[in-house]
C-alpha cells in the first residue's frame, strides 16, 4: 500500500451511502487518506436526509455533488468499497475490493438512516486501522 492510500466508495446514486462514507474517511483520516466517490447511476443531489445525519457528526457533505464512477478512478484507487452497485465496477489487478452490504437511504426516515450512517462509519474506521495502522 503506498503512502498515502487511494480509497473509492461506490453506490447507485453517489447520493448517500458513498457520500457518507467519504465524509468519515475524509474527517477521520485526517487528510492521509485520499478519498473519491462515484455512483454507476448518480443522482441529482446528494439525499437531505444523510446531510442532516453527517451534520450531526460534524461533518458537513452538502457541498458534496453525486459523480459517476469512472474506470480511470478505479484504476487509480488502492481500495474500492461497492455499496450495492452489482457488477459495474471494473475489476484491475492488485486492487483490494470489498462490497459492503448497506441499505440504500433514499426514502428512508431520520432513524433509519442513522442506522446506516452509523453501520458506515463503523465500517470506515475498521478500513482505516488497516489502511494507517499507525494513526
Same mark, same amino acid.
Given at each position: 500500500? +503506498? ?10 446514486h ?9 465524509g /468519515? ?6 487528510g492521509?487518506?485520499?478519498? $473519491?466517490? %462515484?455512483?454507476?447511476e448518480?443522482g441529482?443531489e446528494?439525499? +437531505? ?16 455533488? +453525486? ?22 465496477c471494473?475489476?484491475? +489487478?492488485?486492487?483490494? /475490493? ?8 433514499? @426514502?428512508k %426516515?431520520?432513524?433509519?438512516?442513522r ?6 462509519? @463503523? $465500517? ?12
Open positions: 500500500m +503506498p503512502s498515502t492510500p487511494t480509497v473509492l466508495f461506490v453506490c447507485i453517489n447520493a448517500g451511502r458513498s457520500q457518507m462514507a467519504a /468519515y474517511m475524509t474527517a477521520l483520516s485526517g492521509a487518506v485520499i478519498v $473519491r466517490s %462515484g455512483g454507476s448518480p441529482h446528494i439525499n +437531505p436526509v444523510a446531510i442532516q445525519v453527517m451534520a450531526e457528526e460534524g461533518i458537513d457533505i452538502s457541498h458534496a455533488v +453525486p459523480q459517476l464512477m469512472t474506470t480511470e478512478a478505479v484504476r487509480e484507487s488502492d481500495v474500492v468499497i461497492t455499496m450495492g452497485c452489482g457488477d459495474v471494473p475489476i484491475f +489487478p492488485g486492487k483490494r /475490493y470489498e462490497d459492503w452490504e448497506l441499505v440504500d437511504p433514499k @426514502g %426516515g431520520i432513524d433509519e438512516v442506522a446506516i450512517r452509523d453501520s458506515i462509519k @463503523g $465500517r470506515v474506521t475498521a478500513l482505516l486501522s488497516e489502511l494507517l495502522p499507525e494513526v
